[in-house]
T-cell receptor, first 108, second 114 residues
Framework: GQNIDQPTEMTATEGAIVQINCTYQTSGFNGLFWYQQHAGEAPTFLSYNVLDGLEEKGRFSSFLSRSKGYSYLLLKELQMKDSASYLCAVRGDYKLSFGAGTTVTVRA | ETGVTQSPTHLIKTRGQQVTLRCSSQSGHNTVSWYQQALGQGPQFIFQYYREEENGRGNFPPRFSGLQFPNYSSELNVNALELDDSALYLC?????????????FGSGTRLTVV
């Protein structure tokens, strides 16, 4: 089975840094994705990790430890437009299994 | 390069009715997956189509069925609608296996069953 856990909500101040953790227990692993989803919109791709370590893309970074079943998404220099839900998803043999999402609220 | 297009954007149906949702995949993508997203939840995998065949299915009953066409577009059909089927239905296209960029999602169809 698939079990993917992430915090429900996080709040941070504009310009700050927020780290969203994701732990997973899955029957197969072929990579971990992070998506951003604004209310009522499609999830949009942020990052992909298949090997252990840190991947950096501008203000966003993602880390993976396969032995610990753990990933995090780091959002730096937060902007108001970063207020959204962030979804952690693990790819198994042929599908993505998603966590419930973390709602990040950025305050001025 | 066009993205993933879904239609309709919103739909209201009565319990017991049938519904068909449509998805046009991104150019160059040959695999289509469908997901159901209830309010406040992450998307749940329904099934995936590759080369017009279903090649993976999640924990959804047989009244959820689909098709993929030679141009890689796809349909999701739901029979005997139930109130719990109310959700955002997302279509995602990809290259076979998903690649390093995973899946491109459409904006979804918001289905309300009353």
């Amino acid at each position: 089975g698939q079990n993917i856990d992430q915090p429900t909500e996080m709040t941070a101040t504009e310009g700050a840094i927020v780290q969203i953790n994701c732990t997973y227990q899955t029957s197969g692993f072929n990579g971990l994705f992070w998506y951003q989803q604004h209310a009522g919109e499609a999830p949009t791709f942020l990052s992909y990790n298949v090997l252990d370590g840190l991947e950096e893309k501008g203000r966003f970074s993602s880390f993976l430890s396969r032995s610990k079943g753990y990933s995090y998404l780091l959002l730096k220099e937060l902007q108001m437009k970063d207020s959204a839900s962030y979804l952690c998803a693990v790819r198994g043999d042929y599908k993505l299994s998603f966590g419930a999402g973390t709602t990040v609220t950025v305050r001025a | 390069e066009t993205g993933v297009t879904q239609s309709p954007t919103h739909l209201i149906k009565t319990r017991g009715q049938q519904v068909t949702l449509r998805c046009s995949s991104q150019s160059g993508h040959n695999t289509v997956s469908w997901y159901q997203q209830a309010l406040g939840q992450g998307p749940q995998f329904i099934f995936q189509y590759y080369r017009e065949e279903e090649n993976g299915r999640g924990n959804f009953p047989p009244r959820f069925s689909g098709l993929q066409f030679p141009n890689y577009s796809s349909e999701l059909n739901v029979n005997a609608l139930e109130l719990d089927d109310s959700a955002l239905y997302l279509c995602a296209s990809s290259q076979e296996g998903g690649g390093d960029y995973g899946y491109t999602f459409g904006s979804g169809t918001r289905l309300t069953v009353v």
